[in-house]
C-alpha cells in the first residue's frame, strides 16, 4: 500500500485529536511511527511532521499567552463610585455615579429587593444571568442589566458579595446578607457612600 494511502487510512479510523482517547500529540505521534515505517520520502515526511509539532505547539503557546494577558493585562483606570438612594420615576432607586457627565445607574426599590432575593437564595456561586432570571421571574418583568448589575457592584464593594470568576456568592447566611443589604440601603438613603478605587 502507498504510504500517503497508508497514513490517509489509518488517520480516519484514529479516534479523533482533543477526545478523551488522544491528544494531538499522540495522534501526531502515530502519524510520526506510521512514516518511519515507509520507504521512499520517510526523511522528508518526518521532518514535515516535526515541523507540524512546533507550529501547533507554537500556536498554543501564542493563545496561552494572548489569554493571559486579558486576564491580568492592563484595565481601563476604576473611578470612584458614590451610591445613594434618590427619588426617581419609579420610586426610590440605588443611585450608582461614577463619572459626573455620565448618567448615574438607578436600580429601583423593588430590583433591589428582587435582587437581594436571588442572591440570597443561593448558599453557592451563581451567574450574572442566573441571578437575573431569578430576579426578572420575580417581578414578572423584564429588567436593564444595569439594573442588576449596579446592586451587586454595590455589594461586592462592601463585601456582601464575594465577586469570583464572574460569579456571586453572598457572605454570610440567608438571614445576616438580607439584613446587610437592608441596612446599606437604609445607609445610602441617610448619606453619600463614596468608594474609593482599589
Known sequence: MHAKT???????????AGTPNQSWRDVLDEVRELASRTGTGRSKLLRKLEELEAAVSNEIDTLDDARRRRV???RARVRAAIYTVEESPRGLALTERRDSKARPFKCPQEVYRAV????????????????????ERSLKESVADYGIRTPLRFWAVLGLVHHDQARFTRVGTKAEFVRATRDQWSRARRDRIEIEPG
Open 6 to 16: 497508508q497514513i490517509r487510512r489509518t488517520m480516519i479510523l484514529m479516534p479523533r
Open 72 to 74: 491580568v493585562g492592563p
Open 116 to 135: 437581594m432575593e436571588a442572591v440570597a437564595g443561593s448558599a453557592g456561586p451563581q451567574t450574572f444571568q442566573q441571578v437575573k432570571a431569578t430576579s
